[in-house]
């Protein structure tokens, strides 16, 4: 099983559109949780660190399920600057990060 | 401020050459990583340093891959000799502990093409 797993889309939703992007970690002594965002042919960069009661930043609202080692992005009212690949993050304590393929969104207008 | 400033941002070389990538963190950040990506694997870590000290180097794909942090300002990912499967994109970034509790930042990258 792979240490973070997430669906790889692509997503293509029309502007406007609330969409979610789950992912999924292996590694239950797992302790800090990110999402970043990486742009074609850019490097990633984060979007917003995963707190264990759910945080919100603007348009963002990240998720963590713990008993599940279940994390979620939900991303409201799209935008077509939203469109970029979406990489799930996690790591255990004295480690490095661990990202996940990512999920790629594509939002049209 | 400067963030990670990777050098070279391209590099396009006939298999058997040496490669040298190369790496300057952020000022103050405890912590570098050297990462690759490609469309099949996605990014994975090949190796990070805390303090200068090559902690987890066991993502290095073979012992063609070398990497160095001779100080707190600088380092190399070295592959010799290179082969067609290392073309990649070659992150570095550097994070102010490797605890994995900050977030790491990212260099532009080095796009690296092997003939």
């Known amino acids: 099983r792979k240490e973070v797993e997430q669906d790889p889309g692509p997503f293509n939703v029309p502007e406007g559109a609330t969409v979610a992007f789950n992912c999924t970690y292996s590694?239950?002594?797992?302790?800090?949780f990110f999402w970043y965002r990486q742009d074609c042919r850019k490097e990633p960069k984060l979007l917003m660190s995963?707190?264990?009661s759910g945080n919100e930043d603007g348009r963002f609202t990240a998720q963590l399920n713990r008993a599940s080692q279940y994390i979620s992005l939900l991303i409201r009212d799209s935008k077509l600057s939203d469109s970029a690949t979406y990489l799930c993050v996690v790591n255990q304590a004295g480690t490095a990060l661990i990202f996940g393929k990512g999920t790629t969104l594509s939002v049209s207008s | 401020d400067a963030g990670v400033i990777q050098s070279p941002r391209h590099e396009v070389t006939e298999m058997g050459q040496e490669v040298t990538l190369r790496c300057k963190p952020i000022s103050g950040h405890n912590s570098l990583f050297w990462y690759r990506q490609t469309m099949m694997r996605g990014l994975e870590l090949l190796i990070y340093f805390n303090n200068n000290v090559p902690i987890d180097d066991s993502g290095m794909p073979e012992d063609r891959f070398s990497a160095k942090m001779p100080n707190a300002s600088f380092s190399t990912l070295k592959i010799q000799p290179s082969e067609p499967r290392d073309s990649a994109v070659y992150f570095c970034?550097?994070?102010?502990?490797?605890?994995?509790?900050?977030?790491?930042?990212f260099g532009d990258g080095t796009r690296l093409s092997i003939l």
């Open positions: 995963v707190y264990s």
């Open positions: 590694n239950s002594a797992s302790q800090s």
């Open positions: 970034a550097s994070s102010p502990q490797s605890q994995g509790t900050q977030p790491q930042h």
